[in-house]
């Protein structure tokens, strides 16, 4: 099994469990994740949600081979029909708190995705980083869109555009994660922050949480939506075909013909 889940004390726990291949993800997994949260969404003994990792890696992002082998849909429905968007729109429509533990390296949607979560704990040996351009790609989940917001643009052209990986330390300090933890802290402080919810009222905390996410939501759909569709057409895209085979054949990719 690669995705683990369990419901414990008001908490549903959503763990990424393939530590043999740095927890990256499969189309399995992103379905298996997209239906638990759907399922810890519709479970009223359920007040929140924590996305957690093995020690280490929280995700290393998609599996390149599995992802090869079944592209997200054509024509948009990256974002729409396929597991990776039925994924991305189960996180951003849950209206309960959703806490992730980084317990390690998070690379590409491992990043992106804390973009939607409401707090972030993060190792001190975490690596955040986003890749999608040196793969011949674009950003995705909103990224285009949040991550100038957050650090500004300079800094965003650094880490979307460069694919410049950043410390645990930056991810407070631009606003995706709430604090920095020993390892072996992460995911019992983003328990018990979870769990804290239990004492809460749960109506007033999803209407909370909906009210805070409702100026820009509309905005964020759309851009994922534009996104999606870009992403599709980079994956069959000459350049995206060069970067996936150098990494394969353990290279260096060569951009310098294109």
Known sequence: ??????????????EIARPEK??????????????????????????????????????????LEDFMRRPPGQGGSATEDSAVGQFM??????DKPVVAAV????????????????????????????PFVGLGLVPEYASSLLLPQLMGARRAAEKLLLGDPFTPEQAVECGIANAVLPAGEVAGHARRVAERFNAL???AVQEAKRLMRAPQREQVLAVIKTEGELFAQRLRSPEAMEAFQAFFQK????FSTF
């Open 1 to 14: 099994m690669t995705i683990k889940t369990a419901t414990l004390g008001g908490v549903a726990t959503i």
């Open 251 to 254: 290279r260096k990719p060569d």
């Open 89 to 94: 729109r189960a996180l951003l429509d849950c």
């Open 22 to 63: 740095k927890n990256a993800l499969t189309i399995a997994m992103y379905q298996a994740m997209a239906d638990a949260l759907r399922a810890a969404a519709a479970d009223p003994a359920v007040r929140a949600v924590l996305i957690t990792g093995q020690p280490g890696i929280f995700t290393s992002g998609n599996d």
């Open 201 to 203: 009222p749960p109506g």
């Open 103 to 130: 317990t390690g390296a998070a690379i590409g949607i491992g990043t992106t995705m804390l973009l939607h979560c409401d707090f972030v704990y993060v190792s001190d040996e975490a690596r955040l980083a986003m």
